[in-house]
């Protein structure tokens, strides 16, 4: 099993600022890729950003240039810088680990998934 535990969410003001935080534990061998994923009540979950073990990257068009996913095999965290927020971003964030070295951005794929952590953009 792979444990999933995301941190860094919270409030700021539109054009601000948040990094997430993704931590993994357990089988950790078991991942290939990793993904940030995001949902708001009444709406479907939807893929942000993804990153594969061997550094491939995938965006959401709402997120690219705004949003950047980074990893360090070392503590097997994946990250997830934001700027440039907008009231829209806001959502429950959660973070994902599958196998397969395609960084894709449809949650299904997905087995093993976090908590989630909530950001919130007022403007």
């Known amino acids: 099993q792979v444990q999933l535990v995301e941190s860094g969410g919270g409030s700021v003001q539109a054009g601000g600022s948040l990094r997430l935080s993704c931590a993994a534990s357990?089988?950790?061998?078991?991942?290939?890729?990793m993904g940030w994923f995001r949902q708001t009540p009444g709406k479907e979950r939807e893929g942000v950003a993804a990153?594969?073990?061997?550094?491939?990257?995938n965006y959401a068009d709402s997120v690219k240039g705004r949003f950047t996913i980074s990893q360090d095999n070392a503590k097997n965290t994946v990250y997830l810088q934001m700027h440039n927020l907008k009231p829209e971003d806001t959502a429950m964030y959660s973070c994902?680990?599958?196998?397969?070295?395609?960084?894709?951005?449809?949650?299904?794929?997905?087995?093993?998934w976090g908590q989630g952590t909530q950001v919130t953009v007022s403007s």
């Open positions: 357990g089988y950790t061998y078991s991942i290939a890729s």
């Open positions: 994902a680990a599958k196998g397969g070295y395609y960084p894709g951005l449809r949650p299904y794929d997905y087995p093993y």
């Open positions: 990153i594969s073990a061997d550094g491939s990257t």
